[in-house]
T-cell receptor
């Protein structure tokens, strides 16, 4: 089974609107961390936001927030007030802290296009 | 803000040649990693390195690959006898703790 599933290969959103990028995960490790990265066309991986499995509150970083639903094993990224510069590929990733070492397992990504 | 630095940003090499990709992790980080992203595909873990030795490696990381920390700052990935399918973006990353996982900007390797 895939550890990280991103079911939206591509998404469109209008500028200034909010958009939700889906991510579900699969793990039996009780301790894990979830990450979102942005990859613009230039190729670098930009860290956006982190959620720990024991964190009580949903993570927020500026216009980014993570809708963490532990029972459903989902960690959706919400981008508010989209900007043209948000157009990029977005990856969800997981780190299993007990049995997974320190490596990150990535999803297949969602290509986001912000339109005027 | 501290950065992970990778050089070169682009490398073109002939099939069968050896390449060395270089990385300078963030100075107080203890864990170092290499990942690979074949064009249009997801990012894949290659190897993690801690305390001057490999702590974990994927099935991709076979005898063709090796890593080294030749001094106190650099972390290198060597690919011997490169193949066309080694063409990819290679990312170095480092981490200090559970959250601080920082990637470099990548080296785009093209094998011709």
């Amino acid at each position: 089974a895939q550890k990280i599933t991103q079911t939206q290969p591509g998404m469109f959103v209008q500028e200034k609107e909010a958009v939700t990028l889906d991510c579900t995960y699969d793990t039996s490790d009780p301790s894990y961390g979830l990450f979102w990265y942005k990859q613009p066309s230039s190729g670098e991986m930009i860290f956006l936001i982190y959620q720990g499995s024991y964190d009580q509150q949903n993570a927020t970083e500026g216009r980014y927030s993570l809708n963490f639903q532990k029972a459903r094993k989902s960690a959706n990224l919400v981008i508010s007030a989209s900007q043209l510069g948000d157009s990029a590929m977005y990856f969800c990733a997981m780190r299993e802290l007990t049995g997974g070492g320190n490596k990150l397992t990535f999803g297949t990504g969602t290509q986001l296009k912000v339109e005027l | 803000e501290p950065e992970v630095t990778q050089t070169p940003s682009h490398q073109v090499t002939q099939m069968g040649q050896e390449v060395i990709l270089r990385c300078v992790p963030i100075s107080n980080h203890l864990y170092f990693y290499w990942y690979r992203q074949i064009l249009g595909q997801k990012v894949e873990f290659l190897v993690s390195f801690y305390n001057n030795e490999i702590s974990e490696k994927s099935e991709i990381f076979d005898d063709q690959f090796s890593v080294e920390r030749p001094d106190g700052s650099n972390f290198t990935l060597k690919i011997r006898s490169t193949k066309l399918e080694d063409s990819a973006m290679y990312f170095c990353a480092s981490s200090e703790d559970l959250h601080g996982y920082t990637f470099g900007s990548g080296t785009r390797l093209t094998v011709v």
